[in-house]
């Protein structure tokens, strides 16, 4: 069987392995976004997870890269002559190269090198070391040997780093994003709100995936800042409104709500509650992140916890919430 591997969407992958980072006061956000994109629960201490769905590895924030599995065995000889009977071509105006993925079962760097040349060998075609054109990931799990395509994930969280605006203390784009798709894992299938967006790092990041989602704030430089920075991005400056949330109409598959808060004013128990009942009108599911603990404003106002994670900054503690309305 020929087999010509480019870079084409009528190509769909099912046995994927996915390659993640991330640092350990993130790990708990990294695990429950990487369960709700890809359905499957994250084993600890291990920096891969196999799955079925097909994601663009470039959503996740902690995503390295993605492998589209080929060929699989036991035995590495195996694993070779199972290369070969796919007898795979890259086309004339291509170029390939095979690399060692490290965050399998750890080997010597000139061992790594020896086992990407031989599987090389097995592949009709130019090779190129650096910015080839299609690179193949060779992979040794506990009890096996895998093969295939590795896509690696590009960083847009980073290019939305440094906006025009910023609040100290708001989420920083990669959290922005995940959080996104703990709230959103279907992506563009469904819409979103975020009632007190600040800035609109949230907004961006949904943006950025192709999720039709609006915003609104009460604070009118929150908004300023969020239409310019919208606006610096390419995106419609009117998605955001300015406006007290309790106020607001309409209703989104999902939302994600920041509790506002500052040094000077801490919201109320009743101004919590307010704001958890309106967003339960607004949307069925939600993340809610606050500064300290809600369990109690959440069933209070209907609010069931599917998952709670915290992430640290410093001595800066944030409580993220998935929850689901029980109205």
Not at 71 to 96: C, M, W
Not at 115 to 142: H, N, S, V, W
Not at 154 to 160: C, F, N, R, V
């Amino acid at each position: 069987m020929l087999m010509t591997h480019t870079h084409n969407k009528e190509h769909h992958p099912t046995d994927l392995i996915y390659i993640y980072a991330c640092h350990e006061s993130e790990q708990a956000l990294c695990h429950l976004e990487l369960q709700r994109l890809l359905g499957t629960n994250v084993p600890p201490k291990q920096a891969y997870l196999r799955s079925t769905r097909l994601i663009e590895p470039s959503r996740s924030p902690f995503m390295k890269l993605r492998l589209e599995v080929i060929a699989e065995n036991k035995e590495y000889d195996g694993l070779l002559a199972d290369i070969d009977s796919h007898a795979i071509q890259v086309p004339k105006d291509r170029t390939f190269k095979v690399v060692y993925i490290k965050e399998g079962v750890h080997c010597p760097y000139d061992e790594q090198r020896k086992l990407e040349r031989r599987a090389g060998e097995c592949i009709t075609g130019t090779a190129k070391m650096k910015d080839p054109d299609i690179t193949y990931g060779l992979m040794q799990l506990e009890n096996t040997w895998v093969f295939g395509i590795a896509r690696y994930a590009e960083p847009i969280w980073l290019q939305h780093k440094n906006k025009p605006y910023n609040y100290s203390t708001g989420l920083s784009s990669r959290i922005a994003r995940a959080i996104v798709n703990v709230a959103a894992p279907e992506g563009e299938k469904v819409s979103m709100m975020d009632p007190c967006c600040g800035m609109g790092n949230v907004l961006i990041e949904a943006l950025s995936m192709g999720i039709k989602i609006r915003g609104n704030d009460l604070n009118p430089l929150a908004i300023r800042g969020a239409r310019v920075n919208l606006e610096h991005y390419g995106y419609d400056a009117n998605l955001v409104t300015l406006g007290d949330m309790n106020d607001l109409m309409g209703h989104a598959d999902r939302a994600v709500l920041d509790l506002p808060y500052n040094l000077c004013s801490v919201l109320s128990m009743e101004e919590q509650l307010g704001m958890l009942r309106s967003l339960a009108r607004l949307a069925d599911e939600a993340v809610i992140i606050s500064t300290e603990p809600l369990e109690e404003q959440l069933n209070r106002s209907g609010w069931r916890i599917q998952h709670h994670v915290q992430v640290t900054k410093g001595s800066f503690t944030r409580d993220i919430w998935l929850c689901e309305h029980q109205g």
